[in-house]
């Protein structure tokens, strides 16, 4: 186990629009208000086709996982949580996970294989100040994984 102590920074509160994508306009956002790190929390709707990846197809130990990747049909309410650390390049990432509900049915997954926010996308960053967590990539499992 890794940790690091942070302090709470700004705290910033988003409306999206219709059509938006997540992570893509998070991580834009973040870019261009200097958010290095953050914590956030998502509530709205996402449009059908959006997409999320529910698992590798196989656990393993060894090698780079095979993603599932899932094409929700129809509109969904959606609540997401996720962080936000900068790369080695320091460009911005979110690592999102969301729960994604219609008609009584949930699906749950990472957010990075793109959904689209329907109508409502109400977002919430709270910055994290004075730590220095990064997401490095991991050759082996082809992941960016947060380091401290």
């Known amino acids: 186990m890794q940790y690091s102590e942070a302090k709470q920074g700004r705290v910033f509160i988003i409306k999206l629009d219709g059509g938006e994508k997540i992570p893509d306009v998070l991580e834009e956002f973040a870019r261009n208000q200097g958010i290095e790190r953050a914590y956030c929390f998502l509530v709205g709707g996402i449009g059908d086709g959006s997409r999320i990846i529910v698992g ?16 929700l049909e129809g509109v969904h309410e959606v609540l997401g949580t996720g962080t936000l650390f900068p790369d080695e390049e320091g460009n911005p990432v979110l690592h999102m996970h969301v729960a994604a509900g219609r008609k009584g049915k949930t699906s749950a997954g990472c957010s990075r294989a793109g959904i689209e926010v329907w109508n409502i996308g109400e977002v919430v960053f709270i910055e994290l100040l004075d730590t220095r967590g990064k997401r490095v990539f991991e050759e082996s499992s082809g992941f960016k994984k947060l380091e401290m």
């Open 56 to 71: 590798p197809e196989r656990e393993m130990r060894k090698g780079r996982p095979v993603p599932i990747e899932y094409e």
